[in-house]
């Protein structure tokens, strides 16, 4: 596959673990699954997106897209594919880099709203766990988890949704329906129509490689 194509499918099974491992449908198993694939693409998506060739960071991102598929298919997912659907329906655009649009956002906001209304939620340690794995550092911070967010977006010249053609116009149009969505009965908590807009603004523009301070 080329590069953009690369990015985009990879993009979205790196979400995939991610949405799965935090889901309010999680259970041992499906952990297990996002874990392994988790660290694999941290490890190889980037490596394969600047080389096609590579064959042990494609064997990687195959193993790491699978492990999503069979998580996503028993935990669901939540609020990035719960837009990502949607969305799809409404725009012609590249589900996985839709998905890496909103990722960040949806990333912060979750976090925020499990610290308000349910902190003793397990997706919160998850969210910690998460930093780690992709970082590979067991003293990763969320902080830093959204940097390594940021910085693969960038390398990987992910759009914001306004490039993707989406207007603050077609917000309430955009909620309504992700509200309905499956995969949003995954997320981790619910989130009410204002945290839902904030998202999708949020992610309008690109992520700025390095800056947290829009979000955490």
Same mark, same amino acid.
């Given at each position: 596959?080329?590069?953009?194509?690369?990015?985009?499918?990879? &993009?979205?099974?790196?979400?995939?673990?991610?949405?799965?491992?935090?889901?309010?449908?999680?259970?041992?198993?499906?952990?297990?699954?996002?874990?392994?694939?988790?660290?694999?693409?941290?490890?190889?998506?980037?490596?394969?997106?600047?080389?096609?060739?590579?064959?042990?960071?494609?064997?990687?991102?195959?193993?790491?897209? !699978?492990?999503?598929?069979?998580?996503?298919?028993?935990?669901? &997912?939540?609020?990035?594919?719960?837009?990502?659907?949607?969305?799809?329906?409404?725009?012609?655009?590249?589900?996985?880099?839709?998905?890496?649009?909103?990722?960040?956002?949806?990333?912060?906001?979750?976090?925020?709203? &499990?610290?308000?209304?349910?902190?003793?939620?397990?997706?919160l340690a998850k969210y910690r766990e998460v930093a780690? !794995?992709?970082?590979?550092?067991?003293?990763?911070?969320?902080?830093?988890?959204?940097?390594?967010?940021?910085?693969?977006?960038?390398?990987?010249?992910?759009?914001?949704?306004?490039? !993707?053609?989406?207007?603050?116009?077609?917000?309430?149009?955009?909620?309504?329906?992700?509200?309905?969505?499956?995969?949003?009965?995954?997320?981790?908590?619910?989130?009410?129509?204002?945290?839902?807009t904030q998202i999708l603004a949020d992610s309008l523009h690109a992520?700025?490689?390095?800056?947290?301070?829009?979000?955490?």
């Open positions: 596959m080329p590069p953009a194509v690369t990015a985009s499918t990879g &993009l979205d099974a790196l979400v995939q673990l991610l949405e799965a491992f935090v889901s309010s449908k999680a259970n041992p198993l499906t952990d297990g699954l996002c874990r392994e694939g988790l660290g694999k693409v941290a490890g190889a998506l980037h490596r394969a997106y600047l080389n096609g060739s590579d064959l042990e960071a494609r064997t990687d991102m195959a193993l790491g897209s !699978l492990f999503g598929g069979l998580a996503l298919a028993n935990a669901g &997912l939540g609020a990035v594919h719960g837009f990502a659907g949607p969305i799809g329906g409404m725009f012609e655009a590249p589900h996985g880099l839709v998905c890496a649009a909103l990722l960040p956002a949806v990333f912060t906001t979750n976090i925020k709203a &499990l610290e308000a209304r349910a902190a003793e939620s397990p997706a780690a !794995l992709v970082t590979g550092s067991a003293n990763a911070t969320l902080e830093d988890a959204l940097y390594w967010i940021n910085d693969m977006s960038t390398q990987m010249c992910v759009p914001g949704l306004q490039d !993707l053609g989406i207007a603050e116009a077609d917000f309430p149009a955009i909620v309504e329906k992700a509200k309905r969505a499956s995969s949003m009965k995954g997320n981790p908590i619910p989130l009410t129509d204002g945290e839902l992520p700025i490689n390095g800056d947290t301070t829009l979000y955490l």
